[in-house]
């Protein structure tokens, strides 16, 4: 099992750049493929990005490839989105999430997950 707790979020203008991260808990961390998912209000979970376990691997969904970036240290069981050249619609609460795998790109193919950290992208 492992507990996610992310941070990093907040309030910026369009163009701007953050970078969240999400710290796990336990010894196993490096066992699991790590996921980013957001959610709009009124919008379902939607995947942004993943990362396999050695952090060799990754995918992202279209509407953010070049523009993110997900990596993973696993020594600091912690993993990071960053995001460069926000826009309005990146605005969401960002979760992270394990137990899934890097193919799986549906919310329901993860077991564990974070409370979420809030972005807001101001145009």
């Known amino acids: 099992q492992v507990q996610l707790v992310e941070s990093g979020g907040g309030t910026v203008q369009a163009g701007g750049s953050l970078r969240l991260s999400c710290a796990a808990s336990?010894?196993?961390?490096?066992?699991?493929?790590m996921g980013w998912f957001r959610q709009a209000p009124g919008r379902a979970r939607e995947f942004v990005a993943a990362i396999s376990r050695s952090g060799g691997s990754t995918s992202y969904t279209d509407s953010v490839k070049g523009r993110f970036t997900i990596s993973r240290d696993n020594a600091k069981n912690t993993v990071y989105l960053r995001m460069n050249s926000l826009k309005p619609e990146d605005s969401a609460i960002y979760y992270c999430a394990a137990g899934g795998t890097i193919a799986s790109i549906s919310p329901l193919a993860y077991d564990y997950w974070g409370q979420g950290t809030q972005v807001t992208v101001s145009s």
């Open positions: 336990g010894r196993t961390f490096s066992s699991y493929d």
